[in-house]
């Protein structure tokens, strides 16, 4: 695509819709928004946006489609796969002031959200009603409804109440020529054509810009009971995630940690895990290793004490079970969350980690978290793989860091990706393609999906201004 001209005349008009303050143009004001979370993918841009409704997000695509200059949608930026940033000096739309909170509709359980609100703040917002957003993740401070949208977000509560998409009952978007659709009403039954929240829900801002979003919500379930557990393989903890599933009807959320990601984070919170081979001072000096040890949070959440229901099915794991340490009061619980919940930042504390997050079919889930570090190091012997991840919906987080926390071989993404394939799962569990995952996408899709794909977006974006080197090959 032959990009457009930012001339003084576009940035006068633009200037004109959003305000001299909201268009930012010198690079020490734009750099923020270039360089992304892992700092593994940074670019440039000539020009940032920072519209602040939904008609100034409008009247500015109509401007940049005019000019035909593509761009980028940001939202908090958190993304993990590179789409969130310009790596072609695409001009950037910042949505974070669209931040508006709506009143919380108590008759429908629902609410209308400004693209821009962050997770935290649509989550303090719902539980004043007595209610909750049904996606939780460690980013809440600064993932935005809008980009969770967008990348279909998944966390640690899916396998409760099912990731982003599911929670999407209305959604209005701005296409490339500045278009606005509009379907906000949130009625539970609407049959009436094709569902524009569900297309846009995972599409990376390849196909509208997302301005406001309706979602479900749930009732809170403020009762909570957390347990750590720790198992000798991955095999007996898969096994245990799976009765805990079975089992426990008020289940609410099961990660896991295995042993590398496990030593890493100890060491990187200074405590010991308390429970598992790594106890005592092992978080002083821990080797970081994958030793084969696994880790699962369980959490049961209801409105009446879960701790009886989940202390009963933890009992049952008795054989598999190597040790337990279960928590009833928030702080306690909080304790056990801190080694899963900083296990990303210890990773990038670490270095600059490749991150291919991925799902596997339950039966292959186990073969692949003790199969995967000898994948990774066939191709990169000083490499080091990191697994962690939402073990209740068959995601595995790899991430991998080389040497003194270098990036690893670029080799390496396509190994493992090539094996999750192999195994039947997903190259992307729940952080999307971005630019990260574009040359192994064919790995799970056929050409036909992938011709469709292309005339979706020919037909919302004829001339490819929205995130051009994001998700489509
Ligand atoms: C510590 C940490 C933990 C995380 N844990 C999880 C997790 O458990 N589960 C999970 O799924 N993800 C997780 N993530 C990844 C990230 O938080 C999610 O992908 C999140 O949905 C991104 O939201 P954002 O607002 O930061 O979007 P951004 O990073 O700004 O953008 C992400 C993508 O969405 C597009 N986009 C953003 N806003 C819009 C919009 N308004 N309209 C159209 N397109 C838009 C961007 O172009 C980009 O392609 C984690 C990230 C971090 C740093």
């Not at 990660?255 to 890493?264: D, I, Q, T």
């Not at 991430?399 to 190994?415: I, M, Q, R, T, Y």
Request: with cysteine.
């Amino acid at each position: 695509m032959s990009t457009g001209v930012i001339d003084a005349g576009l940035i006068d008009e633009l200037t004109g819709i959003v305000g001299a303050v909201h268009v930012l143009r010198a690079p020490e004001m734009t750099a923020g928004y270039s360089i992304d979370w892992t700092r593994r993918f940074a670019g440039a841009t000539p020009l940032v946006i920072r519209p602040g409704d939904t008609a100034e997000t409008a009247a500015v695509m109509s401007a940049l489609a005019a000019a035909r200059v593509p761009v980028v949608p940001q939202g908090g930026n958190t993304g993990l796969v590179g789409g969130s940033v310009p790596l072609a000096g695409e001009a950037v739309l910042s949505m974070r002031r669209l931040n508006i909170c709506e009143p919380v509709d108590e008759l429908a359980s629902q609410v209308t959200l400004g693209a821009g609100v962050t997770l935290a703040d649509a989550q303090a917002h719902a539980a004043a009603s007595g209610l909750s957003v049904g996606v939780d993740l460690a980013a809440r401070d600064s993932a935005t409804i809008g980009g969770m949208v967008a990348t279909n977000a998944g966390g640690i509560n899916v396998l409760r109440y099912g990731a982003m998409r599911a929670q999407v009952v209305g959604i209005e978007a701005v296409l490339a020529d500045g278009t606005v659709v509009s379907h906000l009403a949130g009625l539970e039954k609407d049959n009436t054509g094709y569902d524009l929240g569900s297309l846009l829900a995972g599409s990376e801002g390849t196909l509208g810009i997302i301005t406001r979003v309706r979602l479900r919500l749930h009732p809170t379930q403020p009762e909570r009971a957390t347990a750590l557990l720790a198992f000798e393989t991955a095999a007996d903890a898969v096994s245990a995630a799976a009765a805990l599933r079975r089992g426990v009807a008020s289940l609410h959320a099961l990660e896991a940690v295995f042993e590398g990601a496990m030593a890493l984070v100890s060491r990187h919170l200074g405590v010991a895990p308390p429970v598992g081979r790594l106890g005592g001072d092992s978080h002083r000096n821990p080797p970081i290793e994958d030793g084969g040890g696994a880790w699962l949070i369980a959490e049961a959440a209801a409105r009446t004490d879960p701790s009886d229901e989940l202390g009963a099915a933890v009992e049952e794991l008795a054989d598999l079970v190597v040790d337990a340490a279960v928590a009833l009061d928030p702080a306690a619980r909080q304790r056990l969350w801190a080694f899963r919940d900083n296990v990303t930042e210890a990773i990038s504390a670490a270095g600059i980690p490749h991150k291919l997050d991925v799902t596997l079919p339950a039966a292959r889930l186990a073969e692949f978290v003790d199969g995967v570090p000898d994948v990774v190091r066939a191709t990169d012997p000083d490499a080091q793989p990191l697994l962690f991840g939402h073990l209740g919906d068959g995601n595995v987080h790899v991430n991998v860091l080389g040497p003194g926390g270098a990036e690893p071989a670029d080799e390496v993404d396509d190994a493992v990706l090539r094996y999750v394939a192999e195994l039947g799962g997903s190259i992307s569990a729940e952080h999307g393609i971005g630019t990260a995952k574009l040359s192994q996408l064919h790995l799970n899709r056929s050409e036909a999906e992938l011709a469709a794909f292309s005339a979706i977006k020919r037909a919302l974006d004829p001339v490819g201004l929205l995130n051009p080197n994001v998700l489509l090959p």
